[in-house]
């Protein structure tokens, strides 16, 4: 059983700053790569931002960057989304993602979700 559970969410003023968490738990044999994801009422799931495994390489969505920045903790097997300059339009379900190896099945990586943490960023 893997599990991902995200924290860091909440309301916050336009111009304010949010961190989010994300560790992942369970019978992990080795973490590829991290990302975080969101989704806005009515809209589709976006990408928001990925780091590799080593941290050497990250992807950002052209609408953060500049203001988000990801990062990981390999030892925790924790991810973190730095949000600065947050406004309205980051309002969303932010959802973290990890491609990964079990110890049950170490050569078939999965990928799996956590269930989500609401960012709501007043203007």
């Known amino acids: 059983q893997v599990q991902l559970v995200e924290s860091g969410g909440g309301l916050v003023q336009a111009g304010g700053s949010l961190r989010l968490s994300c560790a992942a738990s369970?019978?992990?044999?080795?973490?590829?790569?991290m990302g975080w994801y969101r989704q806005a009422p009515g809209k589709q799931r976006e990408l928001v931002a990925t780091?590799?495994?080593?941290?050497?390489?990250?992807n950002y969505a052209d609408s953060v960057k500049g203001r988000f920045t990801i990062s990981r903790d390999n030892a925790k097997n924790t991810v973190y989304l730095q949000m600065n300059s947050l406004k309205p339009e980051d309002t969303a379900v932010y959802y973290c993602?990890?491609?990964?190896?079990?110890?049950?099945?170490?050569?078939?990586?999965?990928?799996?979700w956590g269930k989500g943490t609401l960012v709501t960023v007043s203007s």
């Open positions: 993602n990890a491609n990964l190896h079990t110890i049950v099945a170490p050569n078939h990586p999965l990928t799996y």
């Open positions: 780091i590799t495994s080593a941290g050497g390489t990250t």
């Open positions: 369970g019978s992990i044999f080795r973490v590829n790569v």
